[in-house]
């Protein structure tokens, strides 16, 4: 809790994190603060260590975590956020509290060849 009465979030994605590793510590720290601070904005903070590739600096999970996964899924449970590749944005709707009880990841889609 800070002296705004809001919550600030920080994760560390480590080197050794998986994509499902980082979403599941994700979605933890979300569940963690409505249920400790219900309805109290929430700022949500991102570093990832290692996981470079070519995109934007990130390798195909973690360009995916920060651009599929966040906007999808975190994102519209918090007021605000900042990431490593998208920088710091504030939520231009209103923070959802209806955090789900249990996270669901679907299985990536083949691409065609």
Do not use: C
């Not at 933890?28 to 600096?57: C, M, T």
């Not at 990431?83 to 955090?99: C, E, F, K, R, S």
């Not at 789900?100 to 083949?110: E, H, R």
């Amino acid at each position: 809790m800070n002296f705004d009465n809001t919550v600030s979030l920080y994760q560390v994605v480590y080197a050794d994190d998986t994509f499902d590793d980082a979403a599941a510590g994700a979605f933890s720290l979300l569940r963690e603060a409505q249920e400790k601070y219900p309805d109290w904005p929430r700022v949500f903070y991102l570093d990832i260590e290692g996981h470079k590739g070519p995109q934007s600096g990130f390798n195909e999970d973690f360009f995916e975590f920060q651009q599929e996964f966040w906007f999808q899924t975190i994102a519209h449970f918090v007021t605000a956020f900042e990431t490593p590749m998208v920088g710091a944005l504030i939520n231009p709707n209103p923070q959802q509290n209806d955090v789900p009880s249990a996270l669901k990841v679907d299985p990536p889609k083949p691409t065609e060849s």
